[in-house]
């Protein structure tokens, strides 16, 4: 590939928010005008992940109800992303807004994300709230999505 077409596959970021009607994908991305933006900073359960209810045993499907959660805060409204930079898959990191809420610190207070650590402590004071609160997958046995994906089962 010529560098001209390294330029044209990975254009330059302008600076201007990307602002409008978000799909999600998952607790923790989501699309808007065609780009995958992966919310910087928190981390949610996979799709396929269950967590078990503490108090009933119950087996929960918490990434499911993650980008329920996700899907019920975003509703109809605009969403405005600024770009944080590219994950190792190229998708877009971005923090992103409804109605002037931080969308991953509503996420971590609710208990449906974690604070990704490895990457970001912005959202640890949340995370802590969430805990105490017994807030989402704080209410039940879970595996940290970042452990789920290696195996841990």
């Known amino acids: 590939m010529s560098a001209f077409g390294v ?4 254009p330059a970021y302008s600076g201007e928010p990307l602002a409008g009607r978000a799909s999600v994908i998952d607790g923790d991305t989501i ?4 780009t995958r933006i992966r919310l910087e900073g928190i981390d949610a359960p996979e799709s396929r992940q269950t967590c078990m209810a503490k108090e009933t045993g119950e ?15 975003l509703a109809e409204h605009a969403v405005t992303c600024t770009e944080a930079g590219k994950d190792r898959y190229g998708r877009t990191l971005a923090h992103c807004e409804v109605e002037g809420q931080d969308v991953g610190a509503a996420m971590v207070r609710a208990g449906w994300a974690l604070a990704f650590v490895r990457y970001s402590r912005e959202y640890l004071p949340q995370e802590e709230e969430a805990r105490t609160a017994g807030a989402g997958m704080w209410a039940m046995v879970v595996v940290a999505p970042w452990d789920w994906r290696k195996g841990v089962r």
């Open 7 to 10: 330029l044209l596959a990975f």
């Open 59 to 73: 087996v929960v499907r918490c990434g499911q109800k993650a980008a329920f959660f996700l899907a019920d805060l």
């Open 31 to 34: 699309e808007i005008h065609g």
